[in-house]
């Protein structure tokens, strides 16, 4: 979500280099200053219409990248082959949602979790869901541990 002012920021990224990072191996690239633009870009073709400049991010491994969320980036394009992994970590508002949905790791690993792991791995916070069939929409969120089906297929239902 785009905004043009710092407070109303919703996520913000860490990404923590495993590889150097830099232009030859496809490093992250931004637009300074994109950040206060109030505008998602999703087309990268008219981005220069707009006058930001492109900055491909350099980083040692074992560095940390901060950044925020809304600023416009995409991946470079990676010419000499070498890897580059990061860890990314996003620190959103409280009220949101994660962005991945652990809860579909299937039976084999449902059952390997213990009841903090499942609540880690997001059992206990589902997003709200439209059922199409039934043209009803869930509304709670958040369930207590001990309200979590033990059977992976249950809980898919839950």
């Known amino acids: 979500m ?12 860490v ?9 030859s191996n496809g490093s992250t690239i931004v637009w300074k200053g994109s950040q206060n633009s109030g ?10 219409r707009f006058g930001y ?20 980036h995409q991946v470079g394009k990676n010419i000499n082959g070498l890897d580059r992994w990061a860890i990314l970590n996003h620190y959103k508002r409280w009220w949101m949602k994660p962005a991945t949905d652990f809860t ?16 880690l ?8 869901k439209f059922n199409f069939l039934k043209k009803t929409r869930r509304y709670y969120t958040l369930s207590k541990i001990k309200n979590i089906p033990k059977s ?4 898919k239902n839950y």
């Open 121 to 128: 791995f997001g059992f206990t916070s589902k997003s709200p």
């Open 152 to 155: 992976y297929i249950k809980n």
């Open 39 to 48: 505008i998602r870009i999703q087309n990268f073709q008219q981005k220069k």
């Open 53 to 72: 400049k492109k900055i491909h991010l350099k980083a040692k491994a074992g560095s940390a990248i901060i950044c925020l969320g809304h600023i416009w």
């Open 104 to 119: 579909h790791c299937g039976q084999k690993i449902f059952k390997l979790l213990n009841d903090k792991q499942k609540e």
């Open 2 to 13: 785009a905004v043009k002012n710092f407070s109303l920021t919703l996520d913000v990224v």
């Open 15 to 23: 990404m923590i280099c495993c590889n150097d990072f830099d232009k």
